[in-house]
């Protein structure tokens, strides 16, 4: 298995449009690394995409992804779903009927109940389904699902509208949590597991371990629902793995190539982990 990283923006990309920070200004001039898209991953192996952010469609063209077997989503905030219109590559543009391709889309019931009751979701989802151009298969939040010879299994976060998935064969066994880790405490069956790969998000850069400093004020309302990149790195502790990478980058936690660098060093050294900062196009073997 190969995890091909997508998109390692959070909600606000870098460059963020109409901004003229130092970070977005060097983005905008010099591109990946130092500019990250919408959160989404591609598992190369059981060909798995996860996500699909607005820019997925530039995403799959600069990748090396060639085909897809399966789409699953981490839940429903509009950063990890505002693209699933994605799915119209699929249309056979001479309108001939059955000669669409479909994808198939696998929700746990907690997800699809989610995307009934946010911003219709669902329905544009069925709309897409009726159009034939993807098939979606709901299953039970905890069951065990197959393809390509490979396994995907929920992983139910503390929130219970959000979802990581393991995914592995005989031989390799890797997590994806793509946000939300919030309050999450590893079950002991997940602390047990020898992974080759986790991907967890950076969570909000609320203080800068290199200097000290704090960069988000302890009372800032964002903190009561979003962990920081000290919550998640105590995740990682928790965790068994060859190599951490972590995504989900804000712009506004001003992480470039170079910071990112540093703090992977950092916090290797630290935990004693390999750890990683994901950038747009990183390949990540397992
Ligand atoms: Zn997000
Ligand atoms: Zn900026």
């Not at 839940?75 to 219109?85: E, F, M, T």
């Not at 503390?158 to 999450?184: A, P, Q």
Request: aromatic letters at 8%; a neutral charge.
């Amino acid at each position: 298995m190969k995890l091909e990283v997508l998109g390692s923006s959070g909600s606000i990309t870098t460059p963020r449009p109409l901004c003229f920070c130092k970070i977005c200004t060097e983005a905008r001039k010099k591109g990946s690394p130092y500019s990250r898209l919408g959160p989404s991953v591609f598992v190369h192996g059981p060909d798995i995409l996860i996500d699909t952010p607005e820019e997925i469609s530039v995403e799959l063209n600069r990748s090396s992804v060639k085909r897809i077997s399966i789409c699953l989503f981490s839940h429903w905030h509009p950063d990890h779903i505002a693209g699933k219109r994605i799915f119209e590559i699929n249309k056979h543009w001479g309108r001939i009927p059955g000669k669409n391709k479909t994808t198939q889309i696998l929700l746990p019931e907690k997800i699809a109940e989610s995307f009934r009751s946010s911003m219709a979701i669902m329905e544009h989802l069925e709309f897409l389904e009726a159009e034939g151009l993807v098939e979606i298969q709901i299953i039970k939040d905890d069951e065990t699902f197959s393809v390509n010879g490979y396994t995907i299994k929920p992983v139910r976060l503390f929130f219970d509208f959000v979802f990581g998935y393991e995914i592995g064969d005989s031989t390799k066994k890797i997590l994806i949590i793509m946000d939300e880790i919030k309050h999450w405490i590893p079950d002991p069956e997940i602390s047990a597991t020898d992974y080759d790969l986790v991907y967890l998000p950076f969570g909000i850069f609320a203080e800068n371990p290199l200097t000290g400093r704090a960069l988000v004020d302890s009372d800032n309302p964002i903190l009561k629902n979003e962990h920081t990149t000290a919550e998640t790195i105590n995740i990682v502790r928790k965790l068994k793995s060859r190599q951490f990478v972590l995504g989900h980058i804000e712009e506004p936690d001003r992480i470039n190539p170079q910071l990112a660098k540093k703090l992977s060093a950092y916090f290797s050294k630290e935990t004693g982990k390999k750890i990683r900062i994901a950038y747009d196009g990183m390949m990540v073997p397992s």
